[in-house]
């Protein structure tokens, strides 16, 4: 059977986590998917705990995070800041529920991405993710998003770095990809 799943990024400037529960669970929704943005804003004034309590009394349900972005190419100072977000990410995943994680290739414009580099850069840091995201029970879903200033701009790419990566708890989301191809005229 098919669920319906509301993904928070829709309305994420006019909308708060607080009220999109609300609504999801209002109109039907089986899974949400929670902004880490969004998250920490709701930290500002509640707790994961609280978070959990609602999502154990009703419908809806988290069904992940979304999202941890430009993870490749990252220099130390980076790419430590990406490794505290994977680590709240997976924290918030234990508590409140929830057990994939959508990660992000670096999106820059006028970026010079060489290919090769790309996707050794990408599986080297979605092994280094995976191992983290396995401790927690989290599944990583690459997700390249195919603008222009995106460094994997291919469902080919994608599938290539995601079989390079070889982990049962990662692989990929095409979504955002098949969007932009079909409006820049093809995949």
């Known amino acids: 059977m098919m669920k319906l799943g509301f993904n928070e990024a829709t309305c994420m400037r006019n909308s708060t986590l607080a009220q999109d529960v609300v609504l999801a ?3 039907g929704y089986d899974y949400i998917e929670i902004r880490l943005d969004m998250l920490q804003e709701w930290l500002q004034k509640h707790t994961l705990s609280e978070l959990a309590d609602i999502f ?3 419908h809806l349900k988290p069904w992940g995070y979304n ?14 800041e990406k490794r505290r977000q994977l680590a709240f990410a997976c924290h918030a995943g234990s508590v409140v529920g929830g057990d994939c994680l959508v990660v992000v290739p670096t999106i ?3 970026g010079n991405f060489p290919p090769g580099e790309t996707v050794k850069d990408s599986v080297k840091r979605l092994r280094e993710m995976a191992a983290v995201a396995e401790e927690s029970q989290m599944r990583l879903a690459f997700e390249p998003i195919g603008s222009a ?7 080919a790419m994608a599938m290539e770095i995601v079989d390079a990566v070889d982990r049962s708890n990662v692989g990929w989301s095409s979504m955002p990809l ?4 079909t409006i820049n005229g093809g995949i």
Do not use: M
């Not at 999202?67 to 430590?80: G, M, Q």
């Not at 200033?149 to 469902?155: E, I, K």
């Not at 098949?178 to 191809?181: A, D, V």
């Open 108 to 110: 820059r414009q006028g």
């Open 67 to 80: 999202s941890l972005e430009d993870i490749t190419f990252c220099d130390s100072e980076s790419w430590a």
């Open 149 to 155: 200033g995106c460094c994997v701009r291919s469902l």
């Open 178 to 181: 098949i969007f932009t191809c």
């Open 25 to 27: 669970e209002r109109f």
């Open 56 to 58: 154990a009394v009703g």
